[in-house]
């Protein structure tokens, strides 16, 4: 029986990206069946193989060269160092990307023009080519020519404004999610453009700025501002058009509460012995609530400091209502769910002589085309020769004399 290949299977990737956002966008491509080479600097690599500690380590507890952070956004790649900077080096890529159906790269704007590898460059010698770029702010505007950081995007894109308690400082995400969505924008955007290619054969431009893909996933904070006029205040764990929807502290800890509609409200009030706070009516339509939150939520505080967490979720969950325990990192990769959905792979690694290291699986589930674990996170440079042999039939003594220009 063949093994059922992934949706993008037989897709050829040249990735010229590092760091996070581009990265993660090449790696579910990998996951879905691409071929991903990932073009490397000779000596350094992906900024993120040093983004560390922690590194991975052998059960002997020695320390390895491989970042946690690399490790994360690099699974399903092969790693080729080149140095673009020289001319040679820009030739092998230039020759890569005539054989590619899809390019990404996130370097500053207009870099990737002074080597000749620019998207104009590029279409000329493959008008199939699928080319995504992404930048902190696009390639159009005046803030075009600044460098992206996560965190800095999260700042400017709003997030910042509407993230945090009510009274405290501004608060960025605790992962960093304007890095994550611009690569998961990326990704929907070359899929789309590859499905427009199987239609009219020509491949095209994509432009990702992570500012705008920031302000796109704003979302309802968003729309509130575009419909009303007003802007947001932070409100910490607190739903800004949903009430009650937040954290509560019970007696030995705390619990997310997420009550959305009248009739689950009215359900809670009745089980939690206040019932007249369902028929009062600054608290009897969610609309009523949410301009009575200041009212409602401490006179909902003792009640839930009445009872431990556990308790409160068995009896909410019995009455439908949704409600989870705020879990630690570890409690989430040992609950039974996570498990049973198996969001943990382990893959053999170069770097553990024979070891496997543990990966977050990818959370899609095809019927007929599922995802692919082929190759864990690249050692720096490790499938140089094997690509450039495949791809581009150069044969050994073409290697060495790259190898002693140090293109390779």
């Given amino acids: 029986m063949h093994e059922k290949k992934g949706p993008l299977s037989g897709l050829l990737v040249l990735d010229l990206t590092r760091i996070l956002a581009g990265p993660f966008c090449t790696q579910i491509l990998g996951d879905l069946g691409a071929e991903i080479i990932k073009v490397e600097r000779p000596g350094l690599g992906d900024d993120t193989r040093r983004f560390a500690p922690p590194f991975l380590k052998k059960v002997s507890g020695e320390e390895t060269k491989e970042s946690a952070y690399f490790l994360g956004a690099n699974r399903n790649k092969r790693s080729v160092a080149i140095d673009i900077a020289k001319p040679e080096g820009q030739i092998l890529i230039r020759k890569i990307a005539e054989k590619s159906d899809v390019l990404v790269e996130n370097f500053k704007l207009g870099n990737l023009s002074r080597y000749g590898l620019s998207y104009d460059d590029l279409k000329l010698l493959n008008p199939k080519l699928v080319y995504c770029s992404i930048t902190g702010f696009g390639q159009t505007g005046p803030y075009a020519d600044r460098p992206g950081y996560d965190p800095l995007i999260q ?13 405290g400082e501004p608060m960025k995400a605790g992962v960093p999610i304007a890095d994550i969505m611009a690569g998961m924008y990326a990704t929907v955007g070359i899929n789309a453009a590859l499905r427009s290619r199987e239609v009219d054969g020509q491949g095209q431009y994509i432009d990702i700025g992570m500012l705008d893909t920031q302000i796109s996933w704003l ?164 499938d140089t020769e094997q690509v450039l042999e495949e791809i581009l039939d150069l044969d050994e003594a073409d290697l060495n004399r790259l190898r002693e220009k140090n293109i390779i």
Avoid at 155 to 167: N, R
Avoid at 242 to 255: A, E, L, M, R
């Fill in 155 to 167: 700042a400017m894109g709003g997030f910042m404004s509407v993230t945090g308690e009510p009274k």
């Fill in 219 to 382: 979302s309802i904070q968003a729309m509130n501002y575009l419909v009303s006029g007003q802007m947001s205040s932070r409100l910490g764990n607190a739903h800004p058009n949903i009430v009650p929807y937040q954290v509560f502290k019970t007696s030995n800890g705390h619990i997310m509460v997420t009550i959305g509609n009248d009739a689950q409200f009215q359900r809670f009030c009745n089980h939690a012995n206040c019932p007249e706070l369902a028929t009062d009516g600054r608290f009897s339509t969610n609309g009523c609530r949410v301009r009575n939150r200041d009212i409602l939520i401490p006179l909902l505080e003792p009640i839930f400091l009445g009872k431990k967490t556990d308790d409160w979720l068995i009896e909410l969950e019995d009455l439908a209502i949704g409600c989870g325990p705020i879990n630690s990192i570890e409690q989430v990769f040992s609950d039974p769910h996570v498990r049973d959905r198996r969001m943990v792979v382990n893959m053999p690694h170069e770097a553990l002589d024979g070891g496997e290291v543990p990966m977050i699986a990818s959370p899609l589930r095809f019927s007929e085309t599922p995802v692919s674990y082929r190759h864990a996170p690249p050692v720096l440079g490790a």
